[in-house]
């Protein structure tokens, strides 16, 4: 054979075709015109088979290639002996590397004309065969002879592509194949000719084109890829045909079953097809149910006695036929059942899964709540919900056992455990959150005290004192952080985490009660208060009382001066004296801005407030000095002596008349309730108004009276209403001046340095000064 074609010494350089069909579709005439092979082509004149057997030969104008040319199938001559045809179509199938597949277009779609039944069985053999020999694929080349109507090629192979999936899917693959894909095996092509008698322009173009796929290979639709090269020498090539030839002989597969056996494989199906009607009809009650997400109880009693009652059912009456399609057809109608079982199973597997991992995360963070009140710890409150959970979970997936059934839900089982991990992680976390809330709360209360009590009477030990207290409340803090920790069972690499950011919110609460500490008020008032222990008292913590023998200005300066360095002392944390924050990048968490937080107030802030305290200072040190003032303006006695020579005999008419002692009990009693209420400013301004109404009253009632008594003086009435009006304006506008004038201001800050000399405010009460154009007047 090798001699005869010239092929031995081709090495791998050689390829291998062969064609299958339907008799008489003209597969012999096709590779005659492709390769230009000498196969008998049948007699127009006489319709019967041509090709018996397998024969072969090589392409002309020396194609190395080698082409079988096939025994037609579903011929008359062989009748329903169809066992060769299967035999030779997977021995061509399974040493070409190209099949051409020859089909009128009129089969297309069909399953026995178009051959796809015989294809279906030589696929599943060849997989039991050689399916496990992955290294080369086999084109299956579609070719669809006489298109002469409309319908597209596209739509053509798609019908095609639709049977070929089909015909896969429905397949037997043997152990290890069951996820085996079509495209892992074949390649599939199509293409189409004409009607070679009705077009045979067309039919020898497209021929060309086609000749020109298997022989060019340059072109991009070179149908001889190194995918399905066989890898087979060419000198051993016969010698490899025999071996396969052989093997597809030997194998029983192959061969047609007997009568008996058709009618056990139908009588089969039949009693299937009823015994698992009522099985079906058992199981879909519950589905429902299950689908819904619910945990259905009774679902492994029902399925277990439906099942055993189909299974009954199938064997009284399928036993009785052929005792190996019985016992195959009984295994198929088992699994069946329990396919179907196990999905539903699975469906309530995983209710139960999401069920206890939600009942887990409610409950689980109702325990830690319960828990926290009464004193218990996270691993006896959460812990124990856990176990409660899993045994749960784990007694509904014993109830769904099948005898016989070796079910495993072992990947439920670890995804229910890595559920409930994780919930457990989140239920720690929110632990470790209120823990640390909690801790922080506490340790804001004992850093506010220190702060305020420090900050609030500064000195050189201020800053000591306040970081003294931040530390203690640190070690504290801690302490307890440890202790929950440990009852919560955190990870030590995560325990490291939760003390840095226990120290940052507990550092954050200082810097926050340290600013609030410090704000523009408060920094001011301090000052004051600072300025006015060191100005306003002696060392005995006497008020004083200046007299012009003291040196207030040297007082003053050094009251200010000492006042003024407080100002920087509260601008920055001092943190030498802490020892906790000596070594900051490891008590805080990584990337914290720690040295922004020890400012506390910028240098733009601290101007700011200087300036203002200056103005409060200068406003104290004119108090002193008005209060020096007073006490050198002090009335002389001579003049107190005369005073009193000269109202003698008026003050006596007045203690010894009870109707003036009355009237001048009652208006120094008055005088003494507006002076301290600080009223005379509104008083004043109230009688000018009553008297500027009288007066607009008593001019109303004039001028009408003069009108009424000189009727007949011409001009009169307009003159004196003019007048009077001119007059009540300038009343009026004199009267809103004065009201305008005088203002009560409160004595102190900015309005001390404008009050007059003579006035003083030794107690700290609030006094008001009525400001007009011709000065100051105490009221």
């Not at 399916?131 to 002879?145: C, D, H, P, Q, W």
């Not at 009607?195 to 290979?217: G, S, V």
């Not at 108090?623 to 050198?632: G, H, L, P, Y």
């Not at 009688?687 to 003069?706: F, R, Y």
Request: charged share 25%.
């Amino acid at each position: 054979m090798q001699n005869k074609w010239g092929l031995e010494d081709s090495g791998f350089n050689y390829d291998v075709v062969a064609v299958f069909g339907s008799q008489s579709t003209g597969k012999s005439t096709l590779l005659n015109r492709l390769f230009g092979t000498r196969f008998d082509v049948m007699n127009e004149g006489q319709r019967k088979q041509t090709t018996r057997g397998i024969w072969a030969d090589r392409g002309t104008d020396g194609m190395p290639i080698l082409i079988l040319d096939v025994e037609g199938t579903d011929g008359r001559e062989r009748g329903e002996n169809q066992d060769f045809e299967r035999k030779s179509a997977l021995f061509s199938l399974a040493i070409s590397e190209v099949l051409i597949v020859n089909m009128w277009e009129t089969m297309v779609g069909l399953y026995n004309g178009a051959n796809m039944g015989l294809l279906k069985t030589v696929m599943e053999v060849n997989l039991q065969l050689f399916g496990g020999n992955r290294n080369s694929k086999t084109l299956l080349y579609f070719v669809i002879r006489d298109h002469v109507s409309s319908t597209p090629l596209s739509s053509l192979a798609d019908t095609l592509n639709i049977d070929l999936q089909r015909i896969w899917d429905g397949l037997n693959r043997p152990d290890g194949l069951a996820n085996a894909q079509l495209s892992d095996y074949f390649d599939v092509r199509f293409t189409s000719l004409s009607h070679k008698m009705l077009q045979p322009e067309n039919f020898e173009r497209q021929a060309l084109d086609l000749r020109r796929q298997f022989t060019d290979k340059k072109s991009d639709d070179y149908v001889f890829q190194p995918a399905y090269k066989r890898r087979v020498p060419a000198d051993g090539f016969p010698r490899y045909a025999q071996a396969v030839w052989e093997k597809v002989v030997s194998n029983k597969d192959l061969d047609l079953p007997t009568q008996q056996e058709l009618l056990a494989q139908y009588r089969c199906d039949e009693i299937a097809a009823t015994a698992i009607g009522p099985f079906r009809e058992a199981v879909e009650l519950l589905r429902p149910r299950v689908q819904r997400g619910q945990i259905v109880d009774e679902l492994g009693d029902v399925s277990r006695k439906a099942r055993t009652q189909a299974i009954g059912a199938f064997d009284e009456q399928a036993a009785r036929y052929h005792s190996e399609v019985y016992q195959k057809k009984r295994a198929a109608f088992v699994q069946t059942l329990d396919s179907e079982l196990h999905a539903m199973f699975l469906n309530q597997v995983k209710n139960a899964l999401t069920l206890a991992a939600e009942t887990f995360s409610s409950q689980g963070f109702r325990a830690l709540e319960e828990g926290a009140n009464e004193g218990r710890g996270f691993n006896e409150t959460v812990g124990a919900v856990r176990i409660h959970m899993e045994e749960q979970f784990i007694a509904t997936v014993r109830a769904l056992a099948v005898p016989g059934v070796s079910w495993s839900f072992e990947t439920e089982i670890e995804q229910l455990e890595a559920q409930l991990e994780a919930i457990m992680a989140k239920l720690r976390k929110a632990e470790m959150e209120r823990v640390l809330e909690r801790l922080r709360r506490d340790a804001r209360d004992a850093v506010t005290e220190s702060v305020a009590e420090h900050l609030g009477n500064p000195d050189d030990g201020m800053w000591a004192g306040v970081m003294a207290g931040f530390d203690a409340a640190c070690v504290q803090a801690d302490s307890q952080l440890i202790e929950r920790m440990d009852a919560a069972g955190v990870e030590p690499q995560a325990r490291s985490a939760l003390g840095r950011k226990l120290h940052q919110l507990l550092w954050d609460d200082a810097a926050d009660v340290l600013r609030e500490e410090v704000a523009d008020q408060m920094v001011l008032l301090k000052l004051r208060t600072a300025l006015e222990d060191r100005f306003r008292y002696d060392a005995a913590g006497l008020p004083r009382v200046w007299r012009p023998t003291d040196d207030i200005d040297a007082e003053f300066a050094t009251a200010r001066s000492a006042a003024q360095a407080l100002l920087p002392k509260f601008s920055k944390v001092d943190i030498s004296g802490s020892i906790k924050l000596r070594r900051p990048a490891d008590f805080f968490p990584a990337g914290y801005d720690f040295a922004r937080t020890l400012v506390l107030i910028s240098p733009a802030r601290a101007r700011e407030v200087g300036k203002r305290f200056g103005r409060e200072a200068d406003a104290l040190y004119l108090e002193a000095k008005r209060a020096m003032v007073t006490t050198q303006n002090q009335v002389p006695m001579w003049v107190i002596a005369l005073l009193v020579m000269l109202g003698w005999n008026e003050a006596m008419t007045v203690l010894f008349n009870p109707i003036y002692l009355i009237l001048v009990c009652l208006i120094g009693g008055a005088a003494f309730v507006v002076h301290n209420l600080g009223m005379w400013g509104p008083l004043l301004r109230t009688v000018n108004g009553l008297a500027g109404m009288a007066n607009d009253h008593v001019h109303h009632l004039l001028v009408e009276a003069v009108n009424r008594t000189e009727p007949g003086r011409p001009g009169a009435k307009a003159s004196t209403v003019g007048s009077g009006s001119d007059n009540r304006l300038a009343r009026k506008s004199s009267s809103v001046r004065i009201s305008e004038d005088i203002e009560l201001e409160p004595l102190g800050e900015g309005n001390m340095a404008s009050s007059s000399a003579g006035l003083t405010d030794t107690d700290n009460s609030s006094r008001y000064v009525s400001r007009s154009n011709s000065g100051f007047i105490s009221s």
